[in-house]
């Protein structure tokens, strides 16, 4: 049983790394954007929800329960990216009105 959980503890560690990467993407993409509804990105949040239901089928897991997964963290990402880029649109507004 050990030996066990030392591999899930392994795996979820790999996982947890694997999502610091994609937020990393996340963050790189804010730079791309020109607007909170950019941000959101209502239909590409509802189409990758729907995609990650079908990966799970497929991996023979509960697609309610990836839903919620990606749900609750990709609302997550979300949140820190409009903070972000809420933040560097004040700073660029600033500095666009120093000019004048």
Do not use: C, P
Request: aromatic letters at 8%; a negative charge.
């Amino acid at each position: 049983m050990e030996d066990i959980r030392v591999e899930i503890d392994r795996m979820d560690k790999d996982v947890i790394s694997i999502l610091g990467k994609r937020f990393e993407y996340v963050k790189a993409a804010s730079k791309f954007k020109t607007s909170a509804t950019s941000v959101r990105a209502a239909e590409r949040f509802k189409t990758m929800l729907q995609q990650r239901r079908v990966w799970a089928e497929e991996s023979d897991l509960n697609a309610d329960a990836i839903e919620k997964m990606y749900s609750d963290l990709v609302n997550h990402f979300i949140k820190e990216e409009m903070q972000k880029w809420q933040s560097e649109s004040e700073t660029t507004l600033a500095t666009n009105n120093q000019e004048f």
